[in-house]
């Protein structure tokens, strides 16, 4: 859930702001730095995003961004941390489960700490091995030491190399022209070079300004070669767009037509998974829904059933999944709670299918077979463009086993017709100081209905519901009033009359419509117009006017659409 950075070379200080600046996505209460100049090892440290950050010049350096895990956030807690003599700096990434324990251990040795957080321990531990080991057995001695999912960089005063490790959350080398880096994501160092080296579990690495040494945990050194990113990682840049979220929205007109595009031999596996049974999704957060979309296309398509659980609640199933196919799907592959039911699955001996954005995280790679969604790198915490490229492909695949293609050829135009910025603006404009949201639909429309809601609490923090429509006699009408803005999903399909039955019964009730439709009709206060598409489809145009929604309340409220409170991009804890 932290970002962390290393780089070497002749002049690091601003590469290693603008870095950082690329990992905010993965956590920003607080960030730091640590140079080495004359005078040892010098630390910044400070609480909330990175500001304007004069480093002094320096040939390398480290650096964090936080999301709290332990500790609160405060510029104690903020990393770099140093071992009592200030030799020693380090960044970390993930959680050590034994640091009380190990803590406790140092401190009778004399340690003192100065903060709140598990990271610390592994500065001190460096610190205590140096005094007996060279750098290499001390990096070995110190990851034997520690338990949990960690990945962490390490700087020492006086020695012009950086040392890293993995045992979870990724770490990425990257190998320049008279520079290196190591770093959790290839965004932090993507303008310096491409050429990068995917560190696997348990692998380690030491370097310098013109080399890199790699080695496994008995100290073997491991051979790997650089790999050239693809160009579209290397697409990092707003262009023209205020926030990084909006820039993803719209995208999408090109984003989704890139998802169908799949190789057959890697579609093959799945066409296949897709005819067995039982069949389980799992995924988090917007995942997730793309799961329960999932579940519509292959009851109606196939005529399956198919299990949807959520990443965190898989273990509570565990006497059920036994057997089967499991198919996972995570943009950033590295959620923690999808990663552990994967993990349980193949422990029973079931089939894993990923779905993924990235395709060298861990999930890609622990899975049997992997597809991408091709959608390039999603920056914005608010997953947008990753949802309708997960849907495309779902919807490729659960066509494809039945022997079709979807009808999506001029999806991308469709797309780019349902941008309504200023539609959706002025909604925002007329409902911002509402403190409640209701986003009702049926069948197919009701994941949708759940994902408007959860992108307006995460990017405006207004409080939202998102229900199947038919649900609201149940219980939650009694909450609607006169005002209540409601959206109500209602594309011109099989759900259509009794969803505008739901409308009409909302509307009496003093709600304000905002109709999502391709029919026109009087009783939506404001009507967001789709085109009229074949049944599967209209989801992928139904939910970019409510991302727009979500991102013009945010805007409006005066919040920061890229980066919402308490959030992180990757979830990479449970
Ligand atoms: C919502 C959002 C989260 C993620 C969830 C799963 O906008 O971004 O709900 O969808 O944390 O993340 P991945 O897909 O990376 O597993």
């Known amino acids: 859930m932290c970002g962390i950075l290393g780089c070497v070379g002749d002049e690091v200080s601003s590469v290693l702001v603008r870095g950082l600046k690329r990992l905010e996505y993965r956590g920003y209460d607080s960030y730091g730095f640590a140079t080495l100049g004359d005078s ?10 990175i ?29 770099p ?13 993930g959680i050590i489960s034994n640091y009380l324990e190990l803590k406790r251990e140092l401190e009778e040795k004399g340690h003192k700490f100065t903060s709140e957080t598990d990271s610390e321990v592994i500065a001190h ?31 020492f005063e006086g020695v012009e190399v950086l040392a890293g490790a993995r045992f979870g959350p990724p770490l990425v080398l990257g190998c320049g022209s008279g520079e290196n880096f190591v770093a959790s994501d290839v965004l932090a160092f993507i303008d310096r070079t491409d050429d990068v080296i995917f560190l696997d579990n348990g692998e380690l690495v030491i370097l310098g300004k013109g080399f890199y040494e790699l080695f496994d945990l008995d100290g073997n050194p491991v051979k790997k070669r650089p790999v050239k990113v693809a160009w579209e990682v290397a697409d990092v840049s707003k262009k023209e767009f205020a926030h990084y979220t909006l820039k993803e929205i719209h995208e999408q007109p090109s984003t989704i037509p890139r998802a169908l595009i799949q190789d057959d031999g890697r579609l093959k596996p799945f066409l296949e998974a897709l005819k067995g049974s039982p069949i389980y999704f799992v995924g988090c957060g917007t995942s997730y829904h793309a799961c329960l ?15 949807v659980i959520l990443g965190s609640e898989v273990g509570y199933y565990s006497e059920l999944m036994d057997g089967g196919v499991l198919i996972a799907i995570s943009q950033s592959g590295e959620t923690a709670d999808v990663l552990k039911a994967v993990r349980m699955a193949k422990a029973k001996g079931m089939k894993v299918y990923s779905i993924v954005n990235q395709v060298n995280s861990t999930l890609a790679r622990e899975s049997d077979h992997f597809l991408s969604i091709n959608c390039g790198p999603e920056i914005g915490v608010a997953a947008t463009k990753s949802f309708t490229a997960q849907l495309a492909l779902l919807e490729l695949l659960v066509m ?32 911002k100081g509402s403190n409640d949201f209701y986003f009702v639909g049926r069948g197919i429309h009701y994941p949708i ?9 995460e990017l405006s923090y207004v409080h939202a519901e998102g229900m199947a429509a038919g649900e609201l006699k149940h219980g939650t009408l009694a909450l609607i009033s006169d005002g209540t803005p409601v959206v109500v ?23 304000r419509i905002i109709g999502v439709s391709d029919e026109p009709s009087s009783v939506y206060d404001y009507h967001v117009k789709i085109p009229k598409l074949d049944w599967y489809a209209y989801p992928l145009v139904e939910v970019v006017p409510l991302q727009l929604l979500a991102y013009y309340m945010a805007v409006l409220r005066s919040e920061d659409p890229d980066h919402p409170r308490n959030l992180a991009k990757s979830v990479t804890v449970e």
């Open 40 to 49: 040892g090892i010098y630390v910044v440290k400070e609480v909330g995003k």
């Open 51 to 79: 500001g304007d950050v004069r480093l002094p010049s320096s040939k390398l350096g480290v650096a964090h961004t936080r999301w709290a895990t332990h500790g609160r956030v405060s510029r104690e807690n903020a990393h």
């Open 81 to 93: 941390h140093l071992s009592c003599d200030k030799g020693v700096a380090v960044v970390h990434n």
């Open 125 to 155: 531990l460096l610190e205590e091995y140096l005094k007996d080991h060279g750098l290499k057995d001390a990096m070995l001695k110190t990851v034997r030491r520690l338990k949990g999912d960690f990945s962490f960089i390490a700087m």
């Open 293 to 307: 979309v999932a579940k519509y296309l292959l009851a109606k398509v196939l005529k399956k059933p198919a299990e």
């Open 400 to 431: 494809g086993v039945a022997g079709k293609r979807p009808n999506l050829d001029g999806i991308g135009e469709a797309v780019g017709s349902v941008m309504h910025d200023e539609l959706m603006k002025e909604i925002a404009e007329r409902f």
């Open 449 to 457: 209905a759940l994902e408007g809601a959860l992108k307006l609490k």
């Open 489 to 511: 999903i209602n594309p011109k399909d099989e759900t259509y009359n009794e969803t505008m039955s739901n409308a009409i019964e909302l509307k009496s009730r003093g709600a």
